[in-house]
């Protein structure tokens, strides 16, 4: 029995032993786990997320981003912004000349995480880039002056002239056409952007041109002679570029945003937002506006009124501001956030101190502030109706683009004083050649020249419907009619309508 107790109890020491043995190896083995996993490198999504901000190479420009009244803004950047909402990080553009040199040669150390159209397409770089899936399809439209006939196909080229600006950005396909139908004129044009070849064609100076469809869509409305007669090739894919690295996280990521916005209709709201603009007055709005003075003004005349009265402004000056921007829609918003009846953005209505942007009152009080702050701000240099149509221009564009132009009219020997002038050359900074070397970059400078264009027309149309209602109150109790030796106040009412009819001869076409 001792015997036995002797062996029971080495038994148990052995066990013990045995098992803290084991237990020791086990630690041993979470602890080298655990350091193996610390030692494994983070996800690429893992590391955007600790630094905080999404790192995107990409260069300014009408369909990448560029500076507006309400800060950056741009087609692209509006996606990019909304997937590092997503993400919950900042977004970060990258405007770095070498880090464009650096594309071809990409290196996991590159400082960039994602890499815009802008900067890098898949037709043109060799290095081996992730590419997303395609937010928009760019195609390459043969264009032509609609006073002429529209050709029916390529062959009909055949013996004329078509203008392709410098071969370094012309696709393959196309080149690979031109070879093929050596009996087209082909005019390699330097120095000249697609826009100066929209230009070209809409004057007659040439005719036909190859622009792409992202450019034509939003000069359209500068150039209401020009058209597109086909696509010369099959629609070529914008997407992003993803740095090397080395697991998928970041663009798993960015794929399921954009198929996320795909579905739910943001894309598609985005890019009418950029490429649906506004058109010119012409009849049809004409007509509108006057139905809207009659059933939307009533609600909003004695605000407007009060605002003008109160900031030294023509009232119907202030009302045809409200109507352009938002058609008297007090709870009216624009895709980027700006919103109300003069549709202020958050920072100028914080300036102007509007606490409710909704608030149709505050709004239009805050816009007349505004407009005034704008008038009484310019170079005491600009006289007259000058100073007026600059201003409305700088509530369109923001002051520093309207700067930007004054500083490009002097520049081409123009007056910058002069709106005349000045409206010639703001479309010029929708151009790389000017907005490049300009202080506030690229803008859309042709809209502030419509956007004057269209709040003196609506002006315009107010007066003369005032004066036609001034009459007939100065004549309902003349049973004779006018007597204009009798009534002079009745005399000058009509001299005052037969000048607005003169003056807005040429401006109110539509009418």
Known sequence: MAYKYLMDGRKRTAVKRFSISNLLIAMLLICCAALLVRSAPASKLEQVRTAG???VLSRSGPVSHYQSTEGLTGFEYTLLKGFADELGVKLVLVDDSSAVESLQTPTHSANFDLASPSVINNHTTKAPYDYTTAFMDLSLQLIYNSTQAAPADVKALAGKKVLVVNSASIPLPLQELQKSLPDIHWELVENLEMTDLLDMVERGHADYAIVDSAIFDIHRYSYPHTQVAFDMQAPQPLAWALAPSHDASLYQAAQKYLEKIKTNGQLAK?????????????????LMFSKRLEKRF???????KAAAEKYNLDWQLVAAVGYQESHWIPNAESPTGVRGFMMLTPNTAKDLGVQNL???KQSIFGGAKYLRYLMDTLADSIQGEDRLYMALAAYNQGIGHLADARALTRKLKGDPNSWQDVSKAFPLLAKEQ???????????GWEPVLYVKNVINYQKILAFKENQQQLRLATSNNDDGLNLTKAPEEKSALEKLNQLRLSSASSLSFL
């Open 358 to 360: 909704e608030d149709p």
């Open 53 to 55: 901000e999404l790192r």
């Open 298 to 304: 009533p609600r909003w005349e004695a605000s407007i």
């Open 434 to 444: 000017y907005y490049s070397k300009a202080t506030h970059g690229y803008s859309r």
């Open 270 to 286: 985005v890019s009418s937002q950029f490429f649906d603009q506004f058109i010119e007055v012409n009849t049809d709005d004409a």
